[in-house]
């Protein structure tokens, strides 16, 4: 009988379908400090994925959010354009110290912007992580991810307090700061760490 592979997936990026004996196929690198800055969260504008979660369960959600990234109460914080390919497969992370007065959530999404600026998330939804208030460290593991990164093309991670309907947020307006923010990509093992700009 014909051997099958056990893993059959799609590289996005390229969108070409590959098989494979395991898979993820990367490990994580050295995080990549992305400095930090802050946001005003205000309960009564939150993000908006738009649709309502009744269409959610029916269509696929938009994969250009850029539109979101341009929002004040969004944090957006880029790595330099690749000089080179850069294949990732695995979970990336994010970690960063937040200091925000109140409890809340915070919610981090990964995207490949291209050099026209416009973008394709990552990962179908993105991570939330509850904020007990004050200053606390924050690990987000962002959904699975099997993507090449173009030349020209850069990593960015988007930061924001609020992402509805998916996700619930505080009901309190807050200033909230992130500092220290660092990625780590799952870098597929054929490749040198510095292939990564940064």
């Known amino acids: 009988a014909k051997q099958v592979p056990p893993v059959t997936i799609c590289r996005s990026g390229v969108w070409q379908?590959?098989?494979?004996?395991?898979?993820?196929?990367?490990?994580?690198?050295?995080?990549?400090?992305?400095?930090g800055g802050s946001w005003r969260h205000d309960p009564d504008h939150p993000l908006w994925l738009g649709g309502s979660s009744t269409d959610l369960a029916f269509a696929d959600p938009p994969l250009d959010r850029t539109h979101l990234d341009a929002r004040p109460d969004v944090l957006s914080l880029d790595l330099p354009p690749a000089e080179s390919p850069i294949r990732i497969?695995?979970?990336?992370?994010?970690?960063?110290?937040?200091?925000?007065?109140?409890?809340?959530?915070?919610?981090?999404?990964?995207?490949?912007?291209?050099?026209?600026?416009?973008?394709?998330?990552?990962?179908?939804?993105?991570?939330?992580?509850?904020?007990?208030?004050?200053?606390?460290?924050?690990?987000?593991?962002?959904?699975?991810?099997?993507?090449?990164?173009?030349p020209g093309?850069?990593?960015?991670?988007?930061?924001?307090?609020?992402?509805?309907?998916?996700?619930?947020?505080?009901?309190?307006?807050?200033?909230?700061?992130?500092h220290s923010v660092a990625l780590s990509l799952p870098l597929e093992t054929s490749q040198s760490e510095t292939a990564i700009p940064g």
Do not use: K, N
Not at 17 to 35: A, I, M
Not at 96 to 103: N, R
Not at 130 to 138: D, E, S, Y
Not at 157 to 171: F, G, M
């Open 17 to 35: 379908w590959e098989t494979h004996g395991h898979w993820p196929l990367g490990s994580h690198r050295s995080p990549l400090d992305l400095g």
């Open 153 to 178: 093309h850069r990593f960015r991670v988007s930061l924001a307090s609020s992402y509805a309907p998916i996700y619930a947020h505080a009901r309190q307006e807050q200033q909230v700061s992130a």
């Open 89 to 150: 497969s695995g979970e990336p992370v994010i970690e960063l110290a937040v200091t925000q007065e109140s409890p809340g959530t915070v919610v981090g999404w990964l995207s490949d912007i291209a050099p026209d600026g416009t973008g394709l998330v990552l990962g179908l939804w993105p991570h939330c992580a509850r904020h007990p208030g004050g200053t606390a460290t924050l690990r987000l593991q962002l959904a699975p991810v099997h993507h090449e990164l173009a």
